[in-house]
C-alpha cells in the first residue's frame, strides 16, 4: 500500500510540484493550504510523513508543527520544512518544535525524495 504524505503549502503551485515529484515516486499525496486546513486533514487517516512550508497565512508551519505534535495519533509523524527561510533561528525554533529535516526553496527533487524516503515511517 502506497505510503500518504501530507503536504502544507500556501502556494499551489508549489503544492503541485511537491505533489507530482512524491506521486511520480509512488506516494499518495493529501494537500492542505494552510497549518489551520492542513489540521483538519489529520481526521485519523494514516499519514506517513509530513512537508509543511514555514510562513503561511492562519497559522504558520512551526506552530503547525506544534499541534501536530499535540495529537495521539500524528505525535511522532516525521516532518520535513519545505521552505525559502534559512535562518538558524528558525530552524532550532522548527527542530525545538519536532521537525525533522529541514530543505530549503528552490529544492531538487531527488534531495527532496532523499529526505522523504529516508524519515517516512513504515
Known sequence: ????????????????????ALKGAGYQVVEGCDGKDALTKLDGRSVNLIISDVNMPNMDGISFVKEVKKLPNYRFTPIIMLTTESLEAKMKEAQAAGAKAWVTKPFKPDQMLAAVAKLCLP
Do not use: E, W, Y
Open 1 to 20: 500500500m502506497a505510503k500518504t504524505i501530507l503536504v502544507v503549502d500556501d502556494s499551489a503551485s508549489l503544492r503541485q510540484v511537491v505533489g507530482i
